[in-house]
């Protein structure tokens, strides 16, 4: 997409820059331009609105809070990330959504764009770069507390079909660890949600299918079995259950 750099100012002194330079000729700091959360033009990062739309940037403040990370046990801050809030851990990257804003941002186009726009891990974690997938050793399994209720949280695998396995409180919210949020969105962006729903769509025909399939081999069973106070069968009822069974 094409932009206007003439509109673009350097977040730090307000100088007018080209897009393209990598440091602010006034004041030489550094500059990287990511994608507006809303318009998807070109902004500079560290910017508080997007000078083409006038949307809010990406990432806003933080605010520490005390609600304690289910992965590390240390506090976490509370992050604004385009129009979605939630709860990151400063020391670890994981980061905690309530049930509603995650609802919301799996539907959210703005939302996911925000997302995919920003780093949302700590700094210097390994794995950090958003266009790449993170990777964890393997280790035994940690079913982690519920920052809201204190119970130990299922482990999901999200959408059944996406690989990325997040720790979940059915109505209190989603933990993810590092890197999570970046893959789950990227999922969605791919088609992830619509191939889930097919898959389901598809098992379901499939368990009717044998359901019919077992409810008719049982049929022909019983029909055969010799059953002195049952109806007796005759040869064309055998045919016709035989035939249905083949369909």
Not at 139 to 153: F, N, Q
């Amino acid at each position: 997409m094409s932009t206007d750099a003439g509109a673009l100012h350097c977040p730090n002194c307000g100088s007018p820059v080209s897009a393209g330079v990598r440091a602010c000729p006034y004041c030489h700091a550094e500059l990287a331009t990511v994608s507006c959360p809303s318009c998807f033009a070109l902004m500079f990062a560290g910017s508080a609105y997007c000078p083409h739309c006038g949307a809010a940037a990406a990432r806003l403040g933080t605010e520490n809070t005390k609600t304690a990370c289910p992965g590390c046990r240390k506090d976490m801050r509370r992050v604004q990330v385009g129009p979605t809030s939630l709860l990151e851990c400063s020391a670890c990257g994981g980061v905690w959504v309530d049930a509603p804003t995650f609802e919301r941002l799996c539907a959210d186009r703005e939302a996911q764009a925000a997302v995919l726009n920003v780093r949302a891990e700590a700094p210097g974690a390994p794995g950090s770069d958003p266009g790449r997938p993170v990777t964890h050793p393997i280790e035994t399994v940690r079913y982690r507390p519920c920052p809201s209720c204190g119970r130990l949280m299922n482990r999901v695998n999200f959408a059944k079909i996406s690989g990325t396995v997040v720790d979940v409180c059915k109505g209190h919210g989603t933990f993810l660890d590092s890197g999570e949020l970046h893959q789950i969105v990227t999922f969605i962006h791919d088609g992830g949600l619509e191939r889930s729903r097919q898959r389901q769509i598809d098992d379901v025909k499939q368990a009717e299918s044998d359901l019919r399939a077992a409810e008719l081999s049982r049929s022909v069973r019983e029909a055969m079995l010799p059953d002195p106070s049952a109806q007796r069968w005759t040869g064309p009822d055998i045919f016709e259950l035989l035939r249905r069974l083949r369909e």
